[in-house]
């Protein structure tokens, strides 16, 4: 058999990754903290849609303890999601990048 002869299962093929997952399943530990995530990341997005913010008002608006606020927008910067805007006292304010306002 050549290489050419080997056909390689599509994307979307419920025979690959798909049913991989159905018969070995994914654990429930990866699935919760999966969605915690994606929980985060909305609520965080969703107070910087309001405006820039310090981390403390993040952290004020939603709850979220400071360090977790930090390390998403940390993150986030790396991968240009948000921007460092003007200093507030000792404090950077960060706001969503212009792509992210969608």
Known sequence: MSGSDHKTPARNDPS????VRQHRGVPQELMD???????THRTISGVL????MT????HDATGIPADRVF???????KYG??????QCEDYYQYALAKEEKK
Do not use: D
Request: net charge positive; proline share 3%.
């Open 81 to 86: 999601k948000i921007v460092e805007g003007e």
């Open 55 to 58: 981390i403390q008002e993040i």
């Open 33 to 39: 903290c999966s969605r915690e995530q994606v929980k």
């Open 71 to 77: 390390w998403y927008l940390m993150a986030w910067k």
């Open 16 to 19: 690959t990754a798909h049913t």
């Open 49 to 52: 849609k309001n405006g820039p």
